[in-house]
């Protein structure tokens, strides 16, 4: 058997076929890998093998994420295979956003730029393959917003139910309408993400329901390929350091098993280090790192971030994130305030990238390194953002309104006036009367 799910508990490392529909070891309870006994490979060979499918019109070829099917070999029969051409995105420089940070170069890989606009989609390809393949017919998941986004559009193009839990009042806007005009029913929780999580996990255990949150390793195994496809852009020199924002901390968690393996296969001939960034009112890796804790999670109890992607206080993930922090030695979890993603994030947006709230953590994270004297100036640094601008316009628009409040609990209407962000980079919009004289007066022409 070439692919099996395995316990990640080292005193434990039971195996079970990959068929079981299971989220957790039925021995200790820890999470479960998707592992694989991979024959000896050709590294060049298959680095070849990956290049050329760029040139080729077979839709699994000119998807990012099956491109690298070798390295993700759980399928039996490709006709599982949904793709909307996921991955495939840039490796961007970003002058503005180095400098601000204090780095001679950055490279930023927007995730963001996925169809539909974040990582999620990596991962949800490989995920809805896994449950046509167990012959699910209805697949689930709790999210802040972009999960839900994609799984209801690979569900929807797979022909299956989506259900969705969300926490009420709590999610961007771009992200919600994404659910509502894909077709998943969607469900409003009374609670944060932490409590609808918990009720999803229960009800996919309880039925029929197929689990499409990182919890599920399948989903991982397609995250994995953002490390392969970053490492390709970079000819498979390896960056210094990878930094990338902390939520359920899925994300890290797979990048981290894809450079491992990588490196196992010999594709790569060093690790990077690795920098996993928190917002300050959602930190429980932040908090654990600094604490030296490793072995029991420090929740928090009622996360808080406009940030809302990552406003989660149980990640459940965090296991995994420590092992990718193990594997990719040197690194850390860190946390920022609201003020510097604010402000960081319109830095990316000044460079013409952009991005959502969540993705700026990174170049907020990676100034306060360069300044705390962790980070050279010099070295190869690549930030992954992971959503798109136009998930949440109401942020944006608030911040270069100079109106962004920290306390505001819904994303279009601020209730608490205390705790406001300073926009320090606001690009304020110009009342003016439409005559060419004014017109031209204020700009200068
Ligand atoms: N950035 C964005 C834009 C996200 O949507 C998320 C997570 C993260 C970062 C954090 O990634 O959870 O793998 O550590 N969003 C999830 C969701 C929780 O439901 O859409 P993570």
């Not at 029929?208 to 490492?231: H, M, V, W």
Request: proline residues 4%; glycine residues 8%.
């Amino acid at each position: 058997m070439i692919a099996y799910l395995q316990c990640i508990n080292k005193t434990c490392q039971e195996k079970f076929p990959i068929t079981t529909k299971t989220y957790h070891c039925s021995k200790c309870k820890a999470l479960l890998d998707v592992n694989y006994n991979f024959a000896k490979i050709d590294a060049q060979e298959l680095k070849t093998r990956f290049r050329e499918r760029r040139n080729s019109f077979v839709p699994i070829d000119q998807s990012g994420v099956w491109r690298f099917r070798e390295l993700i070999p759980f399928l039996t029969d490709e006709q599982h295979i949904i793709t909307l051409f996921e991955g495939n995105t840039p490796l961007y420089d970003a002058p503005k956003s180095a400098a601000y940070a204090g780095l001679k170069k950055l490279l930023l890989k927007h995730q963001g730029l996925n169809p539909t606009g974040s990582f999620k989609d990596n991962g949800m390809t490989t995920g809805i393959a896994q449950a046509l393949a167990l012959g699910a017919k209805a697949v689930a998941c709790a999210s802040t917003g972009n999960t839900s986004a994609s799984m209801a559009a690979y569900a929807a193009r797979a022909g299956m139910l989506a259900a969705v839990f969300i926490p009420s009042g709590q999610i961007a806007y771009g992200k919600l309408s994404q659910s509502l005009d894909y077709g998943a029913k969607t469900l409003q929780i009374d609670g944060d993400f932490d409590t609808a999580m918990q009720l999803v996990l229960e009800l996919s255990q309880e039925s029929d329901l197929y689990l499409l949150n990182s919890i599920n390793p399948f989903r991982l195994e397609g995250q994995k390929t953002i490390a392969f496809e970053l490492l390709e852009q970079c000819a498979w020199q390896v960056p210094d350091r990878l930094v990338i924002p902390g939520g359920n901390l899925g994300n890290s968690s797979a990048i981290g098993k894809g450079l491992a393996e990588a490196y196992q296969l010999g594709l790569i001939d060093r690790m990077p280090k690795m920098h996993i960034i928190q917002a300050e009112g959602a930190n429980p890796l932040a908090r654990m790192w600094a604490q030296g804790e490793r072995e029991k999670l420090l929740a928090v109890e009622k996360a808080t971030t406009l940030a809302t992607a990552i406003k989660i206080g149980h990640p459940v993930s965090w296991q995994k994130a420590l092992r990718a922090l193990d594997w990719c030695k040197g690194g850390g979890c860190h946390q920022v305030s609201e003020q510097e993603i604010a402000d960081a994030k319109a830095i990316i947006g000044s460079d013409g990238i952009g991005c959502e709230p969540a993705s700026a953590v990174t170049l907020a994270g990676i100034r306060n390194l360069v300044n705390d004297g962790i980070i050279d100036k010099e070295e190869k640094i690549v930030a992954i953002l992971t959503g798109n601008l136009l998930k949440d316009p109401d942020y944006t628009v608030n911040y270069h309104l100079d109106s962004l409040y920290q306390k505001s609990q819904t994303k279009t209407e601020i209730i608490d006036q205390q705790n406001k962000i300073v926009a320090h980079f606001a690009n304020q919009p110009i009342q003016v009367s439409a005559e060419k004289t004014v017109i031209k007066q204020v700009l200068g022409l």
